[in-house]
């Protein structure tokens, strides 16, 4: 499980790891998720749709996915972490459920 200093850490990859909606962050990292996939999912909503950080956050969700499917030894398309990270933001999609088909889609 990540806790907001490894999300601000990977924020600072990209961004200056500032906060400006903290509050999202919080709930998708305190909520008890039914699994890992869950969380990803709320992470990934609270960063790109709730725009956690000032900037860098499609970047820091994408590595999120990353993470957890390198650590779950699961195959993925990079290049399309980077269309649906895309995709949730423009469409402004921001039920949990669509997103986490949309971060199962990406699975090679």
Same mark, same amino acid.
């Given at each position: 499980?990540?806790?907001?200093?490894?999300?601000?850490?990977? %924020? $600072? @990859?990209? +961004?200056?790891?500032? =906060?400006?909606?903290?509050?999202?962050?919080?709930?998708?990292?305190?909520?008890?998720?039914?699994?890992?996939?869950?969380?990803?999912?709320?992470?990934?909503?609270?960063?790109?749709?709730?725009?956690?950080?000032?900037?860098? %956050? $499609? @970047?820091? +969700?994408?590595?999120? =996915?990353?993470?957890?499917?390198?650590?779950?030894?699961?195959?993925?398309?990079?290049?399309?972490?980077?269309?649906?990270?895309?995709?949730?933001?423009?469409?402004?999609?921001?039920?949990?459920?669509?997103?986490?088909?949309?971060? $199962?889609?990406?699975?090679?």
């Amino acid at each position: 499980m990540l806790l907001i200093e490894n999300i601000i850490t990977i %924020n $600072k @990859r990209f +961004a200056s790891g500032k =906060i400006v909606n903290k509050r999202g962050l919080d709930l998708a990292l305190s909520s008890p998720e039914k699994g890992w996939m869950d969380q990803v999912a709320s992470l990934v909503k609270a960063l790109v749709v709730g725009h956690a950080f000032e900037d860098g %956050n $499609k @970047r820091t +969700a994408a590595v999120i =996915i990353a993470a957890y499917y390198t650590e779950f030894e699961i195959s993925f398309d990079t290049r399309e972490i980077y269309k649906i990270m895309v995709e949730i933001e423009s469409k402004g999609i921001d039920d949990t459920d669509k997103i986490k088909e949309l971060i $199962k889609s990406v699975i090679r």
